[in-house]
């Protein structure tokens, strides 16, 4: 019985050794989970055959091994593409031998195909919709089974946006005197003949730059102030309408009285389209002080490629163009089991579905118990290296204790052989 209950406790302990030299090869392995091992005693029977008080064990037995999945320490990296998650969740691959896995490791790169991928080659899921024609993708207003999907960096750049919309946010000055439209009209290069001027960049449908300035006159300044309002285009005076573009006025609060918008048709370029551009001009005032511009916005853009990515928190993939235009390109999904300890490891830190971890659960960061994404960062194995190694000489211990017990058991089954 001695003999059984050490070669019990002696492949216990062996099992419990390899758990360990496991855990501990794999503690600088990037989202790593380590390994404890869970142990159980065994009985053969009772002394009397039956159920008794007396009962002699067989020695103990590895009852499971289980990993532990709580958070490893999040270190920086020099790879925008690199992902930590901060709390639940795993990131889902499509492997390349078929199937979906799960991985606590968020190193990616992109392949020649432009997919994100892992060190290995498998492709991160995500959500993403793609443009049948021209093969554009970009971010789903909302995540459905229908956009999930192996997420790719576009290899193409945006094309040329036509300016439509001009956004004028400034103050007038309230200071400054009229000018007789009858006496003095209005003259591009003589900064006597109006009371303020301001210009921005414009885009035609081509994607070419152009300029468009805006010359402010003050024509009265009782009960409603007002102001004429005058463009011109590519500082070419002949541009230049005969009439006001339009006409603000202002109440005594210094606030306009509407309307407050124009359009402005002309064409831009003999090769490009001709362009119908609304400027909105109600968010200008006229109080004291000098005239002063906020902001001029405008949404044309000349053509532009990748020049960078960025991943927020909850997952967004957001290409930065080199014309400026930044746009959300895709989200990373994250997936949940019921029971992490139910999921099947594989190798490569990639663990996938049993019938015990309950089915895949797929959602965006951070949306109900999925954690966040750290960009730019990893998470290290959790492995506690100074614990391990703790564990290691007790084990060792162990396991020489009971290979003492068969030693001791040997000799005496040596010294019975050899008595006449």
């Known amino acids: ?4 209950q050490g070669l019990s406790g002696l492949n216990s302990s062996s099992k419990a050794l390899d758990v360990i030299s496991n855990n501990v090869a794999n503690a600088s392995t ?3 989970k380590n390994s404890g091992t869970v142990f159980a005693d065994a009985y053969a029977s009772s002394l009397t055959g039956a159920v008794s008080k007396v009962q002699i064990g067989i020695g103990s037995a590895v009852q499971a091994v289980r990993q532990s999945f709580t958070q490893g320490n999040i ?3 020099s790879n925008p593409l690199d992902m930590a998650i901060n709390g639940n969740g795993f990131f889902e691959v499509e492997l390349q031998s078929g199937g979906f896995a799960l991985t606590r490791n968020g190193q990616f790169n992109i392949d020649k195909q432009g997919y994100i991928v892992t060190p290995l080659g498998d492709r991160l899921m995500g959500y993403q919709v793609e443009d049948p024609i021209s093969g554009d993708v970009r971010a789903p207003a909302t995540v459905t089974a229908d956009s999930f999907r192996t997420m790719v960096i576009p290899s193409t750049g945006v094309g040329a946006a036509a300016t439509t919309e001009v956004g004028l946010s400034l103050n007038l000055s309230a200071d400054v005197e009229t000018i007789d439209g009858a006496t003095t009209p ?3 290069n003589d900064p006597e003949t109006y009371s303020y001027s301001t210009a921005l960049k414009i885009f035609d449908s081509l994607g070419k730059e152009h300029s468009l300035s805006l010359y402010f006159v003050r024509r009265t300044d009782v009960v409603n102030s007002t102001w004429d309002v005058y463009t011109v285009l590519d500082n070419d005076t002949a541009t230049l309408p005969a009439t006001p573009n339009a006409t603000l006025n202002f109440d005594g609060l210094g606030k306009l009285v509407p309307p407050s918008d124009f359009v402005l048709t002309s064409n831009l370029g003999p090769d490009a389209d001709p362009s119908v551009i609304n400027v909105d001009m109600s968010m200008i005032t006229q109080f004291g002080g000098k005239s002063t511009p906020r902001e001029l916005t405008q949404n044309g853009s000349a053509p532009g490629e990748i020049a960078g990515l960025s991943i927020s928190r909850n997952g967004t993939i957001q290409a930065r163009y080199t014309n400026g235009i930044t746009k959300d390109i895709g989200i990373v999904n994250l997936t949940t089991v019921r029971n992490n300890n139910g999921l099947s490891p594989i190798g490569n ?3 996938v579905e049993t019938p015990e971890s309950g089915g895949f659960a797929r959602g965006e960061p951070g949306n109900g118990l999925n954690g966040v994404i750290s960009a730019g960062q990893v998470e290290e194995s959790n492995v506690d290296l100074t614990q391990e190694l703790v ?3 007790i084990q060792q ?5 009971n290979a003492q017990s068969i030693r001791t058991q040997d000799q005496i089954l040596q010294t019975l052989v050899n008595l006449r």
Do not use: C, E, K, S
Request: charged content about 10%; proline content about 4%.
């Open 30 to 32: 990037v989202g790593f």
């Open 1 to 4: 019985m001695a003999f059984q």
């Open 397 to 401: 211990r162990n396991y020489q204790a």
């Open 349 to 351: 830190n990639y663990w």
């Open 75 to 77: 270190t920086t990296t």
């Open 391 to 393: 564990q290691m000489i």
């Open 186 to 188: 209005l003259d591009p």
